[in-house]
Structures are given as structure tokens and as C-alpha cells.
């Protein structure tokens, strides 16, 4: 048999289920945010772990910048002999053009393109599939075709379909690419080794191996990135094998990574995009929470006559909180329900905005793990922010039932009023041993909510934290400057002193109110600041005089022939040339270095990372000396012994951050790996180098002769006009096939896009939060509106007009959106600087527009919002509410 | 027992003291606002005197906390309102079995459903409070007051909000439980016919007993 107090609950939650329509959306909100961010994550997990292999290309991967000595190609190719399947894939940035035949002229125009070209073999790809459009087998699509084209030698090749638009292609034209010709054969659809192409240079054309050869574009010192991918027998264990490999290659700069590590990079921004996303999901399932608190306080208050009654029929308070707490449970999990329905559905929307940062083929499919988790956090927000207003049953007195002529809401404004003052609250509250265990649960739920969503505990400590600090001084901040309002004398203004007053009465929900809209203003101010430090650093802070490209490949043979093109064609361009040559560091101050050891350390990327080396007579324009002389400028180096120094060691010049990191002071001494050769300088000084001029900064500068005789290439910038840069690279890129050229514009633009993208993303969340604010105040004014119903006939009756009764409400909507916009702006402008100014190191700049037109926005929210739950009151005939009352 | 009214103390009851043994019928009379509710009120414990003693069955009841009041309510006293008190979310049925399933007693609906057909209801089980009539909701709360077999039971007023017919059936029949059932019955009323009823009749006045009359155990018989 069904309990009667089941009964109870269930038939008092259904004969109001209007009444709980807000607190339904508030936990649906905040648990659908949290839903939709988590099956992404899934999805994300997925398609990493699930493909793992493919995405890596293979059980295990060794990679390489530059060339390999023999005794490592060596220890390469013996992997074959052990029963290894090796596939051997290089990639490289590189120009296609095209001829584009004109019939005015009798010459043909060419068209150019940058292109990110990966030229593999047959066992290519060792795991996972190649989507190709035909579905020919690749080795059929990439073989030599000696009499299908114009021009030999000539060989198939696969393009992506953004380079056929681009270039104005289909399957079946002809492409030139260093020195050989490639016809079409197929659109490349899906390569299962890359995850997105959004943060690439370019469209990616495939190619054979042979291919490649044919192209020399590979020469000594180009920028190309070399693959092995070994497919291992089950029965090989991998862990030796790679340590194997490691021991051999490592010194060499081979990384050697497992399908276990594929994508790290990649990962870790979706596991940092994840969080930030999760993290703004719980605080929009926070701000619900105060829907929930309000919504249970009004349902209570309103079933004090019921309580009342139990408590006479002999029925404990543990036993009537258990009975409103099992309703509030209930209640919370239909939310939560409903929350997992819209997560699905914003779930669906999120490729919107990831466009070209998840890969097309990604399954957006929803899982069932991320919707019940999202469910259990609803029921647990529920529970926590629910349990506060149950507490107020113990003080409902069963002697209520016969003083029915008392206002039912008074003992609740009388337990209100007596503790409003702060010293009696706190003494209060630690008399009252269950309030004290219920706020450690309280406090406990919020803190672990937080742990669970970050999956980490100092991080779900810290937000917690903040999210305590940002509530109090919401709280703080908004009561100071109620405090203000209430000592300024208006002599005439007795509707703005009523709004106040009632603003400030027993058993109102200012509190709820203001931290809800309050919390919503302080994030969208935050990202909207962030976001658009961080855009203006990609777009706008560009200098007028930055590079519009960046040329590199550029072969020491060639260096004439690019200056006379450039001179030839652009004569007023200003450009810079300069030598460079890639290294590794291997040792500092004699100390070898294990890039290994350095992996996955905040600074190991600058033990591990390439260097590219040059040398300059004099300091280049935005770099300032910080330390150390700068060399003497007239004094050539001299490699045969007869120097100065006493170290007789070259000199480089450090860049400061790098110095640093590195532990590098004044006469450090370096060891660099030059393509196998072994080369040791001397650090004699530090500089400071400003990044954001997007023109040629190095972090290593050596004194001019220090690298005669290394293998150097060319690096150059130049600045042209918009109009002339199709021009240009096609004129270089004409006269020297191999020379890749990068146009920054182009480069930022791509950046500064997904970006936005993200941006939009991250706003559209937090827009969410805010609607949530909004709802939290639909909920807290639509429990009161009987009290106002009365209080507006009674203006009503004393010859209030609409427009004095519109007045009289405005005032009240105002005032809180006003505080709580003030406040959580101001709380805004402190988080967003401190974010700007400890993890970006950016500047914050005050915009003053930005805030004033947050809290117009703000204000007029709050008006809407609170005119739209409160026009209908204003229709009813005062007589029959004050009857009723 | 004191009230505050803002910050001015109100003494609304005082130097009263009195003793109602098992079985006994005992009505409170008095002008409005002399006390009548509030003394039946802390004899029930639903609130607290400022100061003096209550004994219910060995019990002092005045230094029990609010949750072991609320278990002692629940064992030893019956409540009647003059407004009934049904929970209006509940059928008549189930406002009746409520006491025992609070007891935690789950087979409460049947010896409920005997009860309400003893109060003539049997027809009107599954109504809810407000298609009830005045007269049928005070039967139900007598019903109610009655499951749990109280040793004690309080009536505040019971026939105060209905007309005189209905209030007559609705006294007869508190007699009858009360018969039947063996509970002692303390009634507050204004009606004189139904205080002339009980065995004895303690007059209020300003908070004090000012009379206290006994009266020969045959009138206390209905119909008699």
C-alpha cells in the first residue's frame, strides 16, 4: 500500500505543478549546460582513445625535424627485419601552383597556393581508413602517370576539396609542386591520422613518397617533419621496445610517442575546453540553485496551515522535513530529467561552434553516462540548496493552527527579522547545531560538485572558493550600497523610499535576486573582457608596419635570385633576409639534457623544442639589451683559433624568458646539435624580445661568422600592400618552386576565426547563465506576488494611477538590477583582470562603454524581466484582493 | 503562561491549577479571550507555558523537547479544531489513517475506513476535504482524533463553525467515541447546552478559573 504521507507529497506537488515550472527550468538549465559539455567530452574521449592508434598512425610513432645520421636509419630500417610493419609519411608546408590559361595573352597566368603536402608509402595507413572520393585503392590514385599530363614527370595526387575551390580545380587538373606535376585523381575526404585541420597552414595535398623525391623539395636544412609509424605483433610488448628506440633515437631528437600518448596537444586543449565549459555549467546550475532555494522557501511558507497541522497530529520535524524534502528530491530530478533532454538538444548545436577544431567525421552521438551524471549533479544541487529553507520547519510552532487569525508568514519574518542583524545571525546559527551540520553539507555538496566537474580537488576547492568570495562580496557589495540608499533623504519621494523598504521587508528574495543576476553580469563581463583583450591581441594590435609574409625554404643559391625578383617587382617593399639554420640543445654547461625528462613540464618545452639559429651584426629594432654586451659590430669572428676571447667559444645572444627558463646566466655555455654536428657557443647577453610585431624574432642570436659553413637557408619578410600580395607570391613562388610562402594576414585570420568561434561558444554559455538569473528572479517575484497583489491595491485604492503603480514597480525591478549590475560588473572587471594580468600577462584596459552599456543591459533586464512576471497584477480590481485578504 | 505582545509581556493565564482523571468530561467555559484555547493548547503541548507545571499520565510535559512532545502527542492525545484542520490535499480516508502511518503503523486504512463508517462516512471515504461538508469535515477530524485511541482527548470549540443541528450530531457522536473508546475528554466551549453535558465545568475569566461546578454523572448521558 502507498503511504499516505507519499500521497501527501505526491498530490500537493500536482496540484501546483505551475508553481514549480521555475524551479524546473532553473535545475534544467544548469544541469542541461553541464550535459551538453559533457557529451562532448565523451564524444571527444572517443574518438581519442577509441582511434587512438589511427590517430597516431600506428602503435608507435618516432618523429623527426631533420636528418637522421646513419647509425639511427640504421637502427630504422633493422625495425622491418624484426617483423615490424613500418610506414614511412613526411610532411611540409609547400606551394602548389596552377597555370591558368589566358586567352588575351598568349602567356599563361599562374595561380598559387600554400599547401600542407604529406607524401606516404604503400603501407600507408597503418591503421584506420583513407576517405577518398572516387573510392579507388590509394596506391592506384598516387602511382606515376607518365602520359596523363602536360608535363613529366608526372604522378596522382589527392587534394582536399578547399584547395579545389581555391584554386578553381576539379578531379582531373593538372597541379605543379617543386618540380613535378601532379594530376587530381580524387577529393581526400578523411585521413585517419589527423583529428581537424582548423589550426593548419593550409589544404592538405597526399602524394607518393617517389612523388616527393621528384618534387626536391626535400634539401638540407628544409622545414619538413618526418614519420615513422611501426605496426607491432601482439605478441611484441611495446614498453621495452619503445625504451629501446628511446635509448637509441632520443639524443637525436626522435620523439618517440605510443598510441597510449596520441594527440597530446589537441587532448589537452579539449580537456582545458571541457573544464572551462563544465566549470561555467556548474555555476549556471549554482545560480538555479537559487531559484530552487527560493521556490522551496515560498512552497513552505505557503504550507505552514498543513505543517502546522502534522505537527499537532503528532509528527516530528524530521519526520515533515523528510516529507517536503522528499517532494523537493522529486521535483529536483524531473529538473534534472528535463536538464538531460536539453542537453541533448544544445548538444547537438555545439559542432556550430567547433567547426574545424573537432574533426567533420566526429560522432556527435549522445551517451548515456554524461546524462545521468548530469542528473545526479541536478539532484545533488537540489538537495544542497533545498535543505536551507526545509530548516525553517523546525520553527513552525503546531500552536499556528488555532491563532489562525496570526499571517501565516510570520513566524518565518519573525525568525527572519530577528536575525537579520549580522552578530545575532552568526550566533544564531552556531547555537543551532543541525544549521551548522547542514551548512557544512551544504557547503561540502557545492565543493565536492565542483571536484567532480573539474575532476580535480584543489581545483574544485578553488572554485568553490571563488564562488564563496564572489557571494560574499555580491552580498557585501550590494549592501553597502543599499545602506546608502536608505540614510540619502529624498524629502518627495516616498514611491523610491517604498521600493527600497520593500526591497528590504521580511521575506523577501533581494538576496536571491541580486546574487543571481549579480553572479550572470560578472561572467558575461568577464569573458566579453577577456575575449576581447585576447582578439584585439590577434587582430588589432598588429602593427602597421608588420610582415605581410614570411617566406622560408628559401635554398643560399636562391638568396640572389629572391632579392632580384623582389627588387624587380615590389622595388618599394622593405624587406629582411636573414641566414638561419635548425637546431636541437643538447647540453648546457657541459650538462647533457634528457628531453625525455623534460616532457610534459611547464617549461620543458624549451629543453625540447627546435631552435632556429641566426646570426646579426647588429641588435635587431624591438629587442632592448637586458643584460650583457651586444657584440662589437666592427670584429669579425674568427674560426681559426687567433681570437680575443678567452673562452674561444662563439657568442649568442639569449632571448630573456628563454634564458631563464633554461637556467641560462652570462657565460653559460650551450651545446647546439646542428644536423648531427656538434656546436658549443657562450651566452654574453640577455635580451627582451616584443613577440606581438609578428616580424622575425629568435630566441638564439649568434655573432655574425658564427654559423659559416653550417647548412643555412634563407628566412625573409616583406611588407606589401593588400592589394599586392597574390602578386608577389606568385612572382616568387613562380621563379622558385620550392620556397614556401606564408601570408600572415592569412595565418591570423585563421586563428583570430576559431577563436571567435570558441568565443561564441563560451558566450553563448554564459548567456545561459544570465537567462538563468532571469528565471532565478521570474521565480523569486512570481512566490511573492500575492503580497504585491495586495500592496498594489492598496495604492490602487488610495488613487494610484498605472503609471504610479508602473512607476512604483520599476523602481523596485530597477534598483536590483542597478546593485547587482554595479556589483558584478565591478567583480567582472576584478576577475577579468586578474585572469588577463596572471594568465596572460596582458594589459587590462578599462572600456567604459562596455561597462556602461552592461549595466543599461542589465537594468533594462531586470525591468523586462520583472514587468513580464508582474503586468497581470496590475489588471486586478482592488476591492476584490482586499476583500480576499 | 506569558505572550509578548511587541515588547510588552501579556500574562494570559495565571494561578490556574486543576486535575482531570481518566474517563472524566470536562468542559472549559468562558468569554472570549479569557484564555480557553491557550490552556488547551498547553495541555496538548502545542505550546509552551512560561512558567508551571503540566503532568500528562506521570509525564511533565513542559520540559520535553519539541520532538519528544511531538512522539508524546502522538500516543496520548486526540486534537479537535474548531476549523476542522483536514489536510486538504488528502481523501477522508487518508486524513484518519495520517496519526497511525505517522506512528509508523502501515495497516491504518482499514481500522480508518471502520472508524469513519462508525461516524456514519462510509459512503464519503474517498471525498476530499473540500467536497465535504462543515459537519462531515468535523466527523472526519473526529475520526482522526480518535484512531490513535487516545488516553486524552482535546476539543477546541468542535462545534463553533457549524449550525446547531450539525453541532448536536457532531457533540453526540464525540460522546459516543468517547464511550466507546474510554478516552477522557477535555471540551473548550461557548455552548452551554454542551458544557451542561459534562460531569464537571471549569469557568475562565481573565486567565483565571473562577468557578469550577460538578455535576451528578447522569446528565453527562445523552439523551438523558
Not at chain 1, 613529366?152 to 613535378?180: D, H, K, M, W, Y
Not at chain 1, 641566414?579 to 654547461?589: D, Y
Not at chain 1, 637586458?626 to 662589437?632: E, I, L, M, S
Not at chain 2, 511533565?60 to 511531538?70: G, R, S
Request: hydrophobic residues 45%; charged residues 15%; proline residues 5%.
Amino acid at each position: 500500500m502507498i503511504p499516505v504521507s507519499f500521497k501527501l507529497a505526491w498530490r500537493e506537488i500536482t496540484s501546483a505543478w505551475s508553481r514549480f515550472l521555475f524551479l524546473f527550468l532553473c535545475i534544467a538549465l544548469g544541469v542541461g549546460a553541464i550535459v551538453a559539455v559533457d557529451l562532448f567530452a565523451a564524444n571527444v574521449e572517443q574518438v581519442i582513445l577509441g582511434d587512438a592508434r589511427a590517430l597516431l598512425g600506428g602503435d608507435v610513432e618516432l618523429s623527426w625535424r631533420r636528418a637522421i645520421t646513419d647509425k639511427s636509419r640504421g637502427v630504422l630500417n633493422s625495425l622491418s627485419d624484426r617483423g615490424i610493419l613500418v610506414s614511412h609519411v613526411t610532411e611540409l608546408a609547400a606551394m602548389a601552383t596552377v597555370d591558368i590559361p589566358d586567352n588575351q595573352v598568349p602567356l599563361t597566368e599562374t595561380a598559387s597556393q600554400l599547401v600542407e603536402l604529406k607524401a606516404t608509402d604503400s603501407p600507408y595507413p597503418l591503421y584506420g581508413r583513407l576517405v577518398v572520393e572516387p573510392d579507388h585503392p590509394a596506391e592506384q590514385l598516387l602511382a606515376s602517370l607518365q602520359s596523363d599530363c602536360r608535363r613529366s614527370p608526372c604522378f596522382g595526387a589527392l587534394a582536399q576539396e578547399s584547395l579545389l575551390i581555391r584554386l578553381n580545380l576539379t578531379v582531373g587538373s593538372e597541379l605543379r609542386i617543386g618540380q613535378a606535376n601532379f594530376l587530381i585523381t580524387a577529393v581526400l575526404k578523411k585521413e585517419p591520422d589527423r583529428i581537424a585541420d582548423g589550426f593548419s597552414l593550409g589544404p592538405r595535398v597526399m602524394i607518393s613518397r617517389e612523388a616527393l623525391e621528384a618534387t626536391t623539395l626535400v634539401k638540407t636544412g628544409s622545414r619538413i617533419q618526418e614519420r615513422y609509424r611501426l605496426k607491432i605483433n601482439n605478441s611484441f610488448s611495446l614498453e621495452p621496445l619503445m625504451d629501446e628506440l628511446r635509448g637509441h633515437l632520443s639524443q637525436e631528437g626522435v620523439q618517440v610517442s605510443s598510441f597510449r600518448d596520441a594527440q597530446p596537444r589537441l587532448r589537452r586543449f579539449l580537456d582545458q575546453l571541457n573544464l572551462y565549459l563544465g566549470l561555467i555549467g556548474l555555476t549556471i546550475l549554482l545560480v538555479g540553485g537559487i531559484g530552487v532555494a527560493c521556490t522551496i522557501q515560498g512552497f513552505i511558507t505557503q504550507k505552514i496551515p498543513i505543517i502546522a497541522t502534522l505537527k499537532t497530529l503528532g509528527a516530528d520535524s524530521s519526520q515533515v522535513i523528510r516529507l517536503y524534502l522528499t517532494q523537493s528530491l522529486f521535483l529536483g530530478g524531473i529538473g534534472s530529467l528535463l536538464g538531460g533532454i536539453l542537453g541533448v538538444a544544445l548538444h547537438r548545436g555545439l559542432p556550430l561552434f567547433l567547426q574545424g577544431i573537432i574533426p567533420e567525421t566526429m560522432p556527435m552521438n549522445p551517451t548515456i553516462v554524461p546524462i545521468l551524471r548530469g542528473i545526479a549533479l541536478g539532484i545533488i544541487a537540489t538537495l544542497a540548496f533545498s535543505l536551507w529553507p526545509l530548516l525553517a520547519i523546525r520553527h513552525v510552532s503546531p500552536a499556528l493552527v488555532f491563532r489562525q487569525a496570526i499571517d501565516q508568514s510570520q513566524t518565518m519574518a519573525q525568525f527572519r527579522s530577528r536575525v537579520t542583524r549580522w552578530g545575532t545571525l552568526f550566533k544564531h546559527w552556531w547555537n543551532d547545531r543541525t544549521r551548522v551540520l547542514v551548512s557544512v553539507i551544504i557547503v561540502g555538496g557545492v565543493t565536492g560538485l565542483a571536484m567532480w566537474q573539474a575532476h580535480s580537488l584543489t581545483l574544485g576547492l578553488f572554485f568553490s572558493g571563488a564562488c564563496a568570495l564572489a557571494v560574499l562580496l555580491l552580498l557585501g557589495g550590494t549592501g553597502v550600497l543599499y545602506s546608502i540608499l536608505r540614510h540619502v533623504q529624498f524629502p518627495q519621494r516616498y514611491l523610491l523610499r517604498h521600493a527600497v523598504n520593500n526591497l528590504q521587508r521580511p521575506g523577501n528574495f533581494t538576496t536571491a535576486m541580486t546574487l543571481a543576476i549579480g553572479i550572470g553580469v560578472m561572467l558575461m563581463t568577464t569573458l566579453t573582457t577577456v575575449q576581447r583583450s585576447l582578439l584585439e591581441l590577434i587582430g588589432n594590435q598588429i602593427p602597421s608596419n608588420a610582415p605581410s609574409f614570411f617566406f622560408i625554404d628559401i635554398q643560399p643559391d636562391q638568396h640572389p635570385q629572391f632579392v632580384r625578383v623582389l627588387k624587380q617587382r615590389f622595388p618599394d617593399s622593405p624587406y629582411d633576409l636573414v641566414p638561419v639554420v635548425r637546431s636541437r640543445l643538447t647540453a648546457i654547461n657541459g650538462q647533457p639534457i634528457n628531453p625525455e625528462a623534460h616532457k610534459g613540464q611547464r617549461n620543458g618545452w624549451y629543453f625540447t623544442r627546435e631552435y632556429v639559429l641566426t646570426t646579426f651584426r647588429i641588435l635587431p629594432k624591438d629587442n632592448i639589451l637586458t643584460h650583457g654586451h651586444w657584440w662589437d659590430d666592427t670584429k669579425e669572428h674568427v674560426s681559426d683559433g687567433a681570437t680575443n676571447k678567452p673562452s674561444d667559444l662563439p657568442l649568442v645572444s639569449m632571448e630573456e624568458e628563454a634564458a631563464k627558463n633554461l637556467g641560462l646566466t652570462l657565460g653559460s655555455t650551450l651545446t647546439l646539435d646542428i644536423q648531427g654536428i656538434s656546436f658549443m657557443a657562450t651566452v654574453s647577453s640577455l635580451r627582451q624580445v616584443d613577440w606581438s610585431n609578428f616580424s622575425m624574432n629568435f630566441f638564439m642570436i649568434l655573432e655574425p661568422g658564427a654559423l659559416d659553413g653550417a647548412p643555412l637557408t634563407y628566412i625573409a619578410t616583406t611588407r606589401v600592400p593588400k592589394t599586392s600580395e597574390v602578386p608577389l607570391q606568385q612572382a616568387i613562388v613562380a621563379a622558385m618552386p620550392n620556397v614556401t610562402a606564408i601570408n600572415v594576414g592569412d595565418v591570423l585570420e585563421n586563428i583570430a576565426r576559431i577563436f571567435r568561434q570558441l568565443a561564441m561558444g563560451i558566450q553563448a554559455l554564459a548567456l545561459l547563465c544570465l537567462m538563468t538569473g532571469a528565471v532565478v528572479m521570474i521565480a523569486a517575484i512570481s512566490i511573492n506576488r500575492y503580497r504585491r497583489l495586495f500592496d498594489l491595491a492598496i495604492l490602487k485604492a488610495l488613487g494610484g494611477g498605472r503609471s504610479l503603480l508602473l512607476f512604483s514597480l520599476g523602481m523596485e525591478f530597477g534598483l536590483i538590477g542597478a546593485f547587482a549590475g554595479l556589483v558584478g560588473l565591478g567583480l567582472g572587471c576584478l576577475l577579468s583582470w586578474s585572469i588577463l594580468h596572471f594568465f596572460f600577462d596582458l594589459t587590462w584596459t578599462f572600456d567604459p562603454i562596455i561597462l556602461i552599456m552592461g549595466l543599461l543591459l542589465t537594468i533594462v533586464l531586470t525591468l523586462m524581466t520583472g514587468f513580464l512576471s508582474t503586468y497581470r497584477l496590475l489588471g486586478f480590481p482592488p476591492l476584490s484582493v482586499l476583500r480576499q485578504e | 503562561m506569558q505572550l509578548r505582545a511587541g515588547n510588552q509581556p501579556v500574562k494570559i493565564l495565571q494561578d490556574i491549577s486543576f486535575e482531570v482523571f481518566p474517563d472524566q468530561v470536562v468542559t472549559i467555559v468562558g468569554p472570549s479571550g479569557s484564555g480557553k484555547s491557550t490552556l488547551l493548547g498547553l495541555l496538548a503541548g502545542l505550546d509552551r507555558p512560561t512558567q508551571g507545571s503540566i503532568r500528562i499520565d506521570q509525564t511533565e510535559i513542559t520540559t520535553l523537547t519539541e520532538t519528544e512532545m511531538a512522539h508524546f502527542r502522538r500516543k496520548h492525545i486526540g486534537y479537535v479544531f474548531q476549523a476542522f484542520h483536514l489536510i486538504p490535499t488528502l481523501t477522508a480516508l487518508e486524513n484518519v489513517a495520517l496519526p497511525l502511518e505517522l506512528q509508523g503503523i502501515s495497516t491504518g486504512q482499514s481500522r480508518a475506513k471502520a472508524l469513519l463508517q462508525s461516524v456514519g462516512l462510509e459512503h464519503r471515504l474517498h471525498h476530499y476535504p473540500i467536497q465535504l461538508s462543515g459537519g462531515e469535515q468535523q466527523r472526519v477530524a473526529l475520526a482522526r482524533a480518535f484512531i490513535t485511541q487516545p488516553p486524552l482527548l482535546l476539543a477546541d470549540e468542535p462545534t463553533g463553525n457549524l449550525d446547531s443541528t450539525t453541532g448536536a450530531m457532531v457533540i453526540d457522536l464525540l460522546w459516543e467515541l468517547h464511550q466507546q473508546h474510554g478516552s477522557t475528554l477535555v471540551l473548550v466551549t461557548h455552548d452551554e447546552l454542551l458544557a451542561a453535558r459534562a460531569q464537571r465545568i471549569l469557568t475562565l475569566r481573565d486567565g483565571a478559573i473562577v468557578n469550577e461546578t460538578m455535576q451528578p454523572l447522569s446528565s453527562s448521558i445523552p439523551g438523558t
